[in-house]
Each structure stands twice: as structure tokens, then as C-alpha cells.
């Protein structure tokens, strides 16, 4: 059985949502799945594959994402890896294009370009004032459970087809 860790990155809880989103997804199709926040993660070791994803603020990532590729770049580079951000809310870009220190953490680790899925902005889970203040100007849910469903099959997909 193919083991995948999906690691994630998230300061209110949308990116961690949609990890576990894929994370049930890719149980469902087989796969020993375990999510895991990314500060967590010491080691990939005894996982076969890695979804990384991290909330996008700024068009930055998380910081513990950034480590966590960073710490663990070599492991990542012997293994499939995916990567994912969410951030975006409101009415869906006509482009979308993973931030560019996304791109170049996915080529640093052989990973395909990374995938952008809306984000979700609650105001009732923000902290700090200015983080507040923004989220009452810019709450909503940009997710899309069906897009993020279809791109954990793909990746299962993939994994199968690394399997046989």
C-alpha cells in the first residue's frame, strides 16, 4: 500500500480543511494517508509520496512550509511530491498562477507546478487586529470540494501508476 503524507501550512484553518479533504480522498482510493501539520513533520521517511500545502497571504507562504521544504528538501527529491496553495476568495481569477516561491520550491524538489485553490477568509477566526480588519473587508469561501476532489484522484491516479 502506497504511503502519503499530506503536510500542510494554515493560519485559520482553510488550507488545513482542504489537506484533510485530500487527505480522505486519497484513503479512499487506497492509499495509507496521514495529514500532518507541517511544524510536525521531522522526517518523510516511510512515506512514499508528499502533498505539501500552504495558505498564501501576500503572496507568500506560510513560513513553516517554507521550512518544511527547505529541512527536508533532500528527502523530498527521492520521492513523488505534490504541492498545493490556497488563498484566493472571491469571484474565481480568469489566470491562475501559483505564486512564484511556489513554483520554485517545486522545482527544487522535482515536484510538477503546484496547484492553487481558493481559499476561505472568516473573520470569526482571525487574529490580530490587522488580520481581523482584513477579513471583515474580504470574508468568503473560494473552495471548491469538487476541484479539490478531482485533484487528489489525479494524484492518486499517478501513485497507482508509479505502483504497477
Known amino acids: 500500500m502506497t504511503r502519503v503524507l499530506v503536510a500542510f501550512a494554515s493560519k485559520m ?7 484533510e479533504a485530500i487527505g480522505a480522498r486519497l484513503t479512499e482510493r487506497g492509499c495509507q494517508t496521514e495529514v500532518r501539520s507541517a511544524e510536525t513533520v521531522d522526517s518523510v521517511d516511510g512515506y512514499d509520496a508528499v502533498v505539501l500545502g500552504s495558505a ?3 503572496t507568500r507562504w506560510r513560513p513553516e512550509a517554507v521550512r518544511f521544504v527547505r529541512r527536508l528538501r533532500y528527502q523530498l527529491a527521492s520521492r513523488k511530491v505534490w504541492l498545493f496553495e490556497s488563498g484566493w476568495l472571491g469571484k474565481r481569477p480568469s489566470t491562475i498562477t501559483a505564486t512564484q516561491g511556489a513554483r520554485h520550491r517545486a522545482s527544487r524538489v522535482s515536484a510538477p507546478t503546484p496547484t492553487v485553490f481558493g481559499g476561505r477568509l472568516d473573520p470569526d477566526l482571525a487574529t490580530g487586529v490587522m488580520d481581523r480588519a ?3 473587508r474580504m ?3 473560494a473552495r471548491d470540494w469538487d476541484e479539490i476532489g478531482s ?3 489525479g494524484v492518486a491516479d499517478a501513485l497507482v501508476t508509479q505502483h504497477k
Do not use: L, Q
Not at 13 to 19: N, Q, V
Open 13 to 19: 484553518g482553510s488550507t488545513k480543511e482542504i489537506a
Open 56 to 58: 498564501v497571504y501576500a
Open 134 to 136: 482584513f477579513a471583515k
Open 139 to 141: 470574508s468568503g469561501d
Open 151 to 153: 485533484w487528489a484522484d
